[in-house]
C-alpha cells in the first residue's frame, strides 16, 4: 500500500513547495507507517528516512524544508506486513557511497528464493530491500538504470511500481502494479510521476493534483526529465 512522487523542476526549488503535495499522498494514500525522501545533491543523492508519519517527523520543520534540489523522490510506507516498520526498512534505501536511491511499492513474488543470496548485505525484513540489493549488483555490473531496474522485476517478479534517482540525475520510475498505476503530468513548472493512492478512479487528481495537465500513464520504466515525450 506504498506511494511514490517523482519530481523535476528545471531550476532548484526547496523540499517545501512540494510539501502540500506530500502531505495530501501520505492522508490519502495511508502511508502512515513509515516515509523517506531522496534529492539530488551535487555529485551525490541526499536521503532522510523517518519511521512514523511525515507530520510528527521533527527533521521537516527543523531543516528539510528549506533542502533545495532540482529532483526529488518521495516514499510513503505501508507495508505488508506491519512487523517490518523500523527504520531499517524505511524507504528510500541508499547505497554507502551515495550514489543512487530506490524505492518499491508492491511485493516481490521470488524475494524468498533470492533472499539467502543478499543476506550478509541485509539490515531489515522487507521484500523491498532485496530488490535494493539486487539492483546495486545490477548497476555494477554496468547495466544502465532502466535496463537495471526492468531486469531486476524480472527476476523478483510480482506486482512493482519502483522509483531511481542517481547522483548524476536519472530519475526513472517503473510501473507494473495494475492496482495502484502511476501516472506522469505536469504541475506548474514540475514535471510529476506518482501512484494514484490505490484508487482507480481520478482521486489522485481530484484530491491532490487538480492543476495537472498533460496526464498519461506510465508505461515499464520511463525517465522523469522535464521535455521528454512532449
Same mark, same amino acid.
Request: net charge neutral; proline share 5%.
Given at each position: 500500500?506504498?506511494?511514490?512522487?517523482?519530481?523535476?523542476?528545471?531550476?532548484?526549488?526547496?523540499?517545501?513547495?512540494?510539501?502540500? /503535495? %506530500?502531505?495530501?499522498?501520505?492522508?490519502?494514500?495511508?502511508?502512515?507507517?513509515? /516515509?523517506?525522501? %531522496?534529492? =539530488?545533491?551535487?555529485?551525490?543523492?541526499?536521503?532522510?528516512?523517518?519511521?512514523?508519519?511525515?507530520?510528527?517527523?521533527?527533521?521537516?520543520?527543523?531543516? =528539510?524544508?528549506?533542502?533545495?534540489?532540482?529532483?526529488?523522490?518521495?516514499?510513503?510506507?505501508?507495508?505488508?506486513?506491519?512487523?517490518?516498520? !523500523? =527504520? +531499517?526498512?524505511?524507504? #528510500?534505501?541508499?547505497?554507502? +557511497?551515495?550514489?543512487?536511491?530506490?524505492?518499491?511499492?508492491?511485493?516481490?513474488?521470488?524475494?524468498?528464493?533470492?533472499? #539467502?543470496?543478499?543476506?550478509?548485505?541485509?539490515?531489515?525484513? @522487507?521484500?523491498?530491500?532485496?530488490?535494493?540489493?539486487? =539492483?546495486?549488483?545490477?548497476? +555494477?555490473?554496468?547495466? @544502465?538504470?532502466?535496463? +537495471?531496474?526492468?531486469?531486476?522485476?524480472?527476476?523478483?517478479?510480482?506486482?512493482?511500481?519502483?522509483?531511481?534517482?542517481?547522483?548524476?540525475?536519472?530519475?526513472?520510475?517503473?510501473? %507494473?502494479?495494475?492496482?495502484?498505476?502511476? /501516472?506522469?503530468?505536469?504541475?506548474?513548472? @514540475?514535471?510529476?510521476? %506518482?501512484?494514484?493512492?490505490?484508487?482507480?478512479?481520478?482521486?489522485?487528481?481530484?484530491?491532490?493534483?487538480?492543476? @495537472?495537465?498533460?496526464?498519461? !500513464?506510465?508505461?515499464?520504466?520511463?525517465?522523469?526529465?522535464?521535455?521528454?515525450?512532449?
Amino acid at each position: 500500500m506504498c506511494e511514490i512522487v517523482a519530481v523535476h523542476w528545471r531550476s532548484r526549488r526547496p523540499f517545501g513547495e512540494l510539501l502540500p /503535495w %506530500a502531505e495530501k499522498v501520505e492522508h490519502y494514500g495511508l502511508g502512515s507507517f513509515g /516515509w523517506g525522501v %531522496a534529492w =539530488l545533491d551535487g555529485g551525490r543523492v541526499g536521503c532522510h528516512r523517518f519511521p512514523g508519519r511525515m507530520k510528527e517527523d521533527p527533521y521537516v520543520q527543523a531543516g =528539510l524544508l528549506e533542502v533545495r534540489s532540482t529532483h526529488f523522490l518521495v516514499h510513503f510506507r505501508r507495508p505488508n506486513k506491519l512487523s517490518t516498520v !523500523q =527504520l +531499517a526498512d524505511t524507504q #528510500p534505501f541508499r547505497d554507502a +557511497a551515495h550514489m543512487f536511491v530506490f524505492c518499491h511499492n508492491g511485493s516481490f513474488a521470488r524475494e524468498p528464493e533470492f533472499r #539467502p543470496r543478499y543476506v550478509s548485505r541485509l539490515h531489515g525484513k @522487507a521484500d523491498s530491500e532485496v530488490g535494493f540489493r539486487m =539492483l546495486e549488483d545490477l548497476l +555494477a555490473e554496468g547495466r @544502465a538504470p532502466a535496463d +537495471a531496474v526492468s531486469e531486476l522485476h524480472k527476476l523478483l517478479g510480482g506486482r512493482a511500481n519502483i522509483g531511481y534517482l542517481s547522483s548524476r540525475g536519472d530519475l526513472l520510475v517503473f510501473n %507494473a502494479y495494475p492496482q495502484n498505476r502511476m /501516472w506522469r503530468f505536469r504541475s506548474g513548472e @514540475a514535471e510529476v510521476a %506518482a501512484t494514484e493512492l490505490h484508487s482507480s478512479d481520478d482521486s489522485l487528481f481530484d484530491l491532490v493534483f487538480p492543476e @495537472a495537465t498533460d496526464r498519461r !500513464q506510465v508505461a515499464g520504466v520511463e525517465a522523469v526529465t522535464v521535455g521528454v515525450g512532449r
